[in-house]
């Protein structure tokens, strides 16, 4: 089974402008979270989308956006770059399981950003 | 904010010497899970503690969910120079689904 695979892998931009990014899920996962690594800060959760809704958000302005395809395939939008938008930035996937709690999550390789 | 502090956060050794990495909270986490990532990709995941005290062997690595399951330890024996990456410890709480990570350890074993 293929694993969670995201596009583009390595993105240089400029401040000012905006970036798309995009993960698939493994085949059967239906939840997709998006996180931000960085040196500084670590990993820290943007949000997560289920059945084409944002179920959870982080503590993200509102230039990060996302949104979820009838596929489960997600993408994730960020607005307006800023250098501290510099990151790696992860997809992770998972079934989930019915209930509460996390389920385990699967990450892609991630897609390296760079804003000049 | 619930925030994982994890210590040390670099640690160079060399092979066939043992460690302990160590995850702590002010906070009570449902479950945690401990990742490795390695450079160029995404963590990957070793092993998931729910239970108070709960303890989980993976080969050389033990990992320990502390009695109150706001701390955590992940000990490895023996270690060998592909034990070299970047653990990760990451809970929930309650029903929560998204994960709070810690800061990181980035190990490095010389051979």
């Known amino acids: 089974k293929a694993g969670v695979t995201q596009t583009p892998r390595y993105l240089i931009k400029t401040r000012g402008q905006q970036v798309t990014l995009s993960c698939s899920p493994i085949?059967?996962?239906?939840?997709v979270s998006w996180y931000q690594q960085t040196p500084g800060q670590g990993l820290q959760f943007l949000f997560e989308?289920?059945?084409?809704?944002?179920?959870n958000k982080g503590n993200f302005p509102g230039r990060f956006s996302g949104r979820q395809f009838s596929n489960s395939r997600s993408e994730m939008n960020v607005s307006t770059l800023e250098l501290g938008d510099s990151a790696l930035y992860l997809c992770?996937?998972?079934?989930?399981?019915?209930?509460?709690?996390?389920?385990?999550?699967?990450f892609g390789p991630g897609t390296r950003l760079t804003v000049l | 904010t619930q925030l994982l502090e994890q210590s040390p956060q670099f640690l160079s050794i060399q092979e066939g010497e043992n460690l302990t990495v160590y995850c702590n909270s002010s906070?009570?986490?449902?479950?945690l899970q401990w990742y490795r990532q390695e450079p160029g990709e995404g963590p990957v995941l070793l092993v998931t503690?729910?239970?108070?005290?709960e303890v989980k062997k993976l080969k050389r690595l033990t990992f320990q969910f502390g009695d109150a399951r706001k701390d955590s330890s992940l000990h490895i024996t023996a270690a060998q120079p592909g034990d070299t990456g970047l653990y990760l410890c990451?809970?929930?709480?309650?029903?929560?689904?998204?994960?709070?990570f810690g800061s990181g350890t980035q190990l490095t074993v010389l051979p």
């Open positions: 989308y289920f059945s084409e809704t944002q179920r």
């Open positions: 992770a996937s998972s079934l989930p399981t019915s209930g509460g709690g996390a389920d385990t999550q699967y």
């Open positions: 990451a809970g929930t709480s309650g029903s929560a689904r998204q994960l709070t």
């Open positions: 503690v729910v239970t108070g005290g």
């Open positions: 085949s059967g996962h239906r939840s």
């Open positions: 906070s009570v986490f449902s479950s």
